[in-house]
């Protein structure tokens, strides 16, 4: 069977701090890998989603990175963390391009001080 | 992009009374309408979903109703029970933007 594991669950980092958020999925091949952030009691927005290897697609301007280094691995990153970056980070994948459904990980709750 | 409107935003409902959540789309290729459930810490996890060559699709107390003329569709939880309070996402997808398009999302509170 298919797992999706996302570490840390928690995290409190301070302002201009690095950032490094992993997300692994098993018991699948070429899995289409997706960063969503959620803010405390709203919507989910996507951040990034790939394709495949090396293939990254950004949403959003922002502050943040997103890197795939093997098939099922999706890194999220910062450079220097704002305040605004807090929020619950959540990664999923997905097998076939949006007519299939989304299995998420249980998130990452990201405070920055 | 695909266009999502969920309603309402908040839904309060006495424990044993049904409660329908709807969600309307824009784009007319969407074939895909999935509902996910949230509880507080976790990811969503898909609860019941639909294609669109069918009309309503059945899961013990959940129900998920289409109708792809109006570009819409329905939650509906019969029988409501305290372990449904939690948040509820639509997103449809499989249109011409591949991606899933998450509505806003429905706060579900039972209240026993």
């Known amino acids: 069977s298919q797992t999706i594991h996302q570490w840390p669950a928690t995290l409190v980092q301070p302002v201009g701090s690095p950032l490094s958020l992993e997300c692994t999925v098993e018991?699948?091949?070429?899995?289409?890998l997706y960063w969503y952030r959620q803010a405390a009691g709203r919507g989910l927005q996507l951040l990034f989603y790939?394709?495949?290897?090396?293939?990254i697609s950004s949403e959003v301007p922002q502050n943040l990175s997103a890197s795939r280094p093997q098939d099922r691995q999706f890194i999220l990153s910062s450079k220097k963390l704002l305040l605004s970056d807090s929020g619950f980070y959540l990664c999923?994948?997905?097998?076939?391009?949006?007519?299939?459904?989304?299995?998420f990980g249980n998130g990452t709750r990201l405070t920055v001080t | 992009g695909e266009n999502v409107e969920q309603h309402p935003s908040t839904l309060s409902v006495q424990e044993g009374d049904s409660a329908v959540i709807k969600c309307t789309y824009s784009?007319?290729?969407?074939?895909?309408f999935p509902w996910y459930k949230q509880e507080l810490g976790k990811g969503p996890q898909l609860i019941i979903d639909i294609r669109s060559n069918v009309g309503e699709k059945k899961d013990q107390r959940i129900a998920v109703t289409l109708n792809k003329t109006a570009k819409h569709f329905s939650l509906h939880i019969t029988e409501t029970q305290p372990e449904d309070s939690a948040v509820y996402f639509c997103?449809?997808?499989?249109?011409?933007?591949?991606?899933?398009?998450f509505g806003a999302g429905t706060t579900v509170t039972v209240r026993a």
């Open positions: 790939s394709v495949g290897i090396g293939q």
């Open positions: 784009d007319s290729a969407s074939n895909y």
């Open positions: 018991g699948t091949s070429n899995p289409n």
């Open positions: 997103a449809p997808g499989g249109g011409n933007d591949y991606k899933l398009s």
């Open positions: 999923a994948w997905g097998n076939v391009q949006g007519d299939s459904p989304l299995h």
